[in-house]
């Protein structure tokens, strides 16, 4: 069957408005009669919201309403559970929104809401996800979870006692990996309306429009069909947008004025409000006979989802199910978690959770070949999946397996043809 696009060169629909600046970014819309909003947020990582005052702020000439938790109908939103404020009365991480002003202009919004004061029960916070996994440690959301574990995923394949005895070279190291922000290029921006029906309209850039309408609906207390979200262009995303950010506020702010209302992050504000790339803290231990064939791995992973889930249980699996890399390994033990600090909140980023266990897996394969005295490439080449293999998680691989091909087309560019480096 003969096509039009594969194989040749198909200009992108969006290329030209890019090119001449006519694209519509979030921040780029505006409505007649609109008003700016501005988020305040927790300085502490945890803490009770004990009062929020807002006099000075409403006493300035511009300032048009000031929200906080007690407006929100259904105060909470998330992608997998609804265990994160929208305006927080409990605050399990810094950047945590307390209130939100609107006013006039986005200068009289900012200077406004530095005028709002609000007193704090500042609480102990826990940073370490080890420390934070035992049992005499508080849990951060106890009607979730009875322990700040959100996730465990166990793998078991094979025997390791019988694995171990036929290692003829165990390497055994600890690995960790940081949070890593998105930094796409527009951070978040939102314009939020009551159309003529008296329905919910946002237009904003996200990855999952209909989550969002889900959870502002949810939130504001209204009907699906209540609510329209309208994706304009994304301007960077990269898992950075899966989470809700300013869109709930935004028609928060909108529904209770019955005004357009504008946000927008400031690149500051963005590092505060959107999730994080999981830290991961990966404990190794992998085995081999001295001929270089892999005969064990144990893996222990722990990932910080900071103070609410989002998408950590997926992370986690995924890390879990890539663990052992491209590799055939007949005994294989794993265990990820998913632990809750007070960190900032972690979420989807490319690679969801197999990008940080690349580090340890590779790492482990070039530390063996060091010590059995092959080249690097020599040990992937005598453990690599191909047609046939079985998994750590016993799935059989039936399809294309072309890693093989992969390293040979690289060998000759490796040091002495590749059996060196």
Same mark, same amino acid.
């Given at each position: 069957?003969?096509?039009?696009?594969?194989?040749?060169?198909?200009?992108?629909?969006?290329?030209?408005?890019?090119?001449? +600046?006519?694209?519509?970014?979030?921040?780029?819309?505006?409505?007649?009669?609109?008003?700016?909003?501005?988020?305040?947020?927790?300085?502490?990582?945890?803490?009770?919201?004990?009062? =929020?005052?807002?006099?000075?702020?409403?006493?300035?000439?511009?300032?048009?309403?000031?929200?906080?938790?007690?407006?929100?109908?259904?105060?909470?939103?998330?992608?997998?559970?609804?265990?994160?404020?929208?305006?927080?009365?409990?605050?399990?991480?810094?950047?945590?929104?307390?209130?939100? /002003?609107?006013?006039?202009?986005?200068?009289?919004?900012?200077?406004?809401?530095?005028?709002?004061?609000?007193?704090?029960?500042?609480?102990?916070?826990?940073?370490?996800?080890?420390?934070?996994?035992?049992?005499?440690?508080?849990?951060?959301?106890?009607?979730?979870?009875?322990?700040?574990?959100?996730?465990?995923?166990?793998?078991?394949?094979?025997?390791?006692?019988?694995?171990?005895?036929?290692?003829?070279?165990?390497?055994?190291?600890?690995?960790?990996?940081?949070?890593?922000?998105?930094?796409?290029?527009?951070?978040?921006?939102?314009?939020?309306?009551?159309?003529?029906?008296?329905?919910?309209? /946002?237009?904003?850039?996200?990855?999952?429009?209909?989550?969002?309408? +889900?959870?502002?609906?949810?939130?504001?207390?209204?009907?699906?069909?209540?609510?329209?979200?309208?994706?304009?262009?994304?301007?960077?995303?990269?898992?950075?947008?899966?989470?809700?950010?300013?869109?709930?506020?935004?028609?928060?702010?909108?529904?209770?004025?019955?005004?357009? =209302?504008?946000?927008?992050?400031?690149?500051?504000?963005?590092?505060?409000?959107?999730?994080?790339?999981?830290?991961?803290?990966?404990?190794?231990?992998?085995?081999?006979?001295?001929?270089?064939?892999?005969?064990?791995?144990?893996?222990?992973?722990?990932?910080?989802?900071?103070?609410?889930?989002?998408?950590?249980?997926? =992370?986690?699996?995924?890390?879990?199910?890539?663990?052992?890399?491209?590799?055939?390994?007949?005994?294989?033990?794993?265990?990820?978690?998913?632990?809750?600090?007070?960190?900032?909140?972690?979420?989807?980023?490319?690679?969801?959770?197999?990008?940080?266990? /690349?580090?340890?897996?590779?790492?482990?394969?070039?530390?063996?070949?060091?010590?059995?005295?092959?080249?690097?490439?020599?040990?992937?080449?005598?453990?690599?999946?191909?047609?046939?293999?079985?998994?750590?998680?016993?799935?059989?691989?039936?399809?294309? =397996?072309?890693?093989?091909?992969?390293?040979?087309?690289?060998?000759?560019?490796?040091?002495?043809?590749?059996?060196?480096?």
């Amino acid at each position: 069957m003969k096509t039009s696009v594969v194989g040749s060169r198909v200009v992108r629909e969006d290329a030209w408005g890019k090119v001449f +600046g006519q694209t519509k970014f979030p921040a780029d819309v505006n409505l007649q009669d609109q008003i700016y909003a501005v988020v305040i947020r927790s300085p502490h990582p945890h803490a009770k919201v004990i009062a =929020v005052n807002s006099e000075q702020a409403m006493s300035l000439a511009g300032v048009v309403a000031v929200l906080t938790a007690k407006d929100v109908p259904n105060n909470s939103h998330g992608v997998l559970f609804r265990d994160q404020p929208v305006l927080a009365e409990y605050v399990r991480m810094v950047g945590d929104p307390v209130a939100v /002003v609107g006013a006039e202009s986005k200068e009289i919004a900012r200077a406004a809401a530095k005028l709002i004061e609000v007193e704090y029960e500042v609480l102990p916070a826990v940073f370490d996800p080890e420390e934070a996994m035992k049992p005499d440690v508080l849990p951060l959301h106890p009607t979730l979870r009875p322990t700040n574990v959100l996730y465990h995923m166990p793998i078991r394949r094979g025997i390791m006692e019988e694995g171990w005895a036929k290692a003829d070279v165990v390497i055994e190291k600890e690995y960790s990996t940081q949070h890593v922000d998105h930094a796409f290029l527009q951070p978040e921006a939102v314009l939020a309306h009551v159309d003529e029906r008296g329905h919910m309209v /946002v237009q904003t850039a996200t990855q999952y429009a209909h989550y969002d309408r +889900g959870e502002i609906a949810h939130a504001l207390g209204l009907r699906f069909s209540q609510v329209q979200v309208k994706t304009l262009a994304v301007g960077g995303a990269f898992g950075g947008r899966e989470d809700i950010s300013l869109q709930v506020i935004a028609a928060l702010m909108a529904w209770n004025t019955l005004r357009p =209302v504008k946000m927008e992050n400031t690149r500051e504000e963005s590092f505060y409000s959107h999730s994080k790339r999981h830290p991961m803290r990966m404990h190794y231990k992998t085995g081999a006979t001295k001929d270089g064939k892999l005969v064990a791995m144990e893996a222990k992973i722990i990932g910080d989802a900071g103070a609410y889930s989002s998408w950590s249980i997926n =992370v986690l699996r995924k890390s879990a199910v890539h663990a052992s890399g491209p590799y055939v390994i007949p005994n294989v033990s794993i265990d990820s978690y998913a632990v809750f600090t007070n960190n900032p909140y972690s979420g989807a980023m490319r690679g969801f959770g197999a990008a940080q266990t /690349v580090l340890a897996y590779e790492s482990q394969m070039d530390l063996l070949a060091k010590e059995i005295g092959i080249s690097p490439l020599e040990i992937r080449l005598r453990n690599l999946f191909k047609v046939g293999s079985t998994t750590a998680t016993g799935q059989v691989l039936t399809g294309s =397996v072309p890693l093989d091909q992969c390293l040979a087309k690289i060998a000759p560019y490796l040091q002495g043809g590749g059996d060196s480096q």
